[in-house]
């Protein structure tokens, strides 16, 4: 079976300084993974994604993530926060060599980009 | 472009009410279509996914069901509403094994 785990419930930062979100994983195949935002009463928005190739991958605004095998891991990374970066991110992984397996979100995580 | 267009916005329904949830995919054919249930805000729960016309998965046993009479409609409803049943309600769409593309969401209140 596959897994995602968000170890912090709430991330807070200072605006101008980097962030880092946290996910690890489980699954039996090759994972796919995900990392979604949702700002408050919408839905979620795709940031980025590895599938396969370059372990550091970039997406929208600004934020990229680092997929490290090893430790079954995929933290979202941003070098200067914003406070409009303030919302609820949701890392998820799929199994790869798994046709029939859906995807399997984390509990989310809450980030708060103080002024 | 492809969008995912859910109505209503937002619902308030007696408790025993019917209830009928639509999401339509504009820009693809045959996706994969999905409904998930987020609760106070954080984690989703997916309640039925769709591969194709008529082709309906349940993941959880519960008081829903749902109907895709069209390629890119997706239809979640119930005959009787339960307190349990509020929430957030999202749909979404993907191809194959890629991403997932959600819609704006329904937010539920069953009184």
């Known amino acids: 079976a596959q897994s995602v785990a968000q170890p912090e419930d709430q991330v807070n930062v200072a605006e101008g300084n980097p962030l880092t979100v946290k996910c690890t994983y489980s699954?039996?195949?090759?994972?796919?993974l995900f990392w979604y935002v949702q700002y408050p009463n919408r839905g979620l928005q795709f940031l980025l994604k590895?599938?396969?190739?370059?372990?550091l991958v970039k997406g929208s605004y600004g934020f990229e993530a680092e997929f490290n095998k090893s430790q079954t891991s995929f933290h979202l990374k941003k070098p200067s926060a914003l406070v409009s970066d303030s919302a609820l991110y949701f890392c998820?992984?799929?199994?790869?060599?798994?046709?029939?397996?859906?995807?399997?979100f984390g509990p989310g995580t809450r980030l708060s980009v103080l002024p | 472009s492809q969008t995912i267009h859910q109505w209503p916005a937002t619902l308030v329904q007696p408790v025993g009410s019917p209830l009928s949830l639509e999401c339509t995919v504009e820009?693809?054919?045959?996706?994969?279509l999905y409904w998930y249930r987020q609760a106070a805000g954080r984690g989703l729960q997916l309640l039925f996914y769709?591969?194709?016309?008529?082709?309906i998965s349940s993941e959880v046993p519960q008081n829903l069901s749902a109907s895709r009479p069209q390629d890119r409609q997706f239809i979640l409803s119930s005959k009787k509403l339960l307190l349990s049943d509020s929430g957030f309600y999202l749909c979404?769409?993907?191809?194959?094994?890629?991403?997932?593309?959600f819609g704006p969401g329904t937010r539920l209140l069953v009184l």
């Open positions: 699954v039996s195949g090759n994972p796919y």
């Open positions: 590895y599938i396969t190739g370059d372990n």
């Open positions: 820009g693809t054919s045959n996706p994969n």
């Open positions: 998820a992984v799929r199994d790869g060599g798994n046709y029939g397996q859906n995807f399997v």
């Open positions: 769709s591969v194709g016309i008529g082709q």
């Open positions: 979404a769409w993907g191809q194959t094994q890629e991403t997932q593309y």
